[in-house]
Nanobody, 115 residues
């Protein structure tokens, strides 16, 4: 059983920053490609950023240059750093792990951007 536990969500003002963390269980951290998706109310889940082969990153629309993903190899977490947040970034953010055709999801964490 793979479990992904997200943390770090909350309310932030437009233009602010927030960092989300995801702690995968077991040994999945070292072998899976990790990423983040989000789902706004009444919209489909969409890619935010994910690791792909060759150490590259695949970004969703509208976040490149504002959001980035990095691994903390001491804490075994993947982290989503979000800068210059906009109200349109309001959504539930989900951690994702992909390995050998299997896909795992966290429970999601709410991010609200509002003044």
């Amino acid at each position: 059983q793979v479990v992904l536990v997200e943390s770090g969500g909350g309310l932030v003002r437009p233009g602010g920053s927030l960092t989300l963390s995801c702690a995968p269980s077991g040994s999945i951290f070292g072998i899976a490609n990790l990423g983040w998706y989000r789902q706004a109310p009444e919209k489909q889940r969409e890619l935010v950023v994910r690791e792909i082969s060759g150490g590259r990153r695949d970004y969703g629309d509208g976040v490149k240059g504002r959001f980035t993903i990095f691994r903390d190899n001491v804490k075994n977490t993947t982290n989503l750093v979000m800068n210059r947040l906009e109200p349109e970034d309001t959504a539930v953010y989900y951690c994702n792990a992909r390995w050998m055709g299997f896909e795992y999801w966290g429970q999601g964490v709410q991010v609200t951007v509002s003044s």
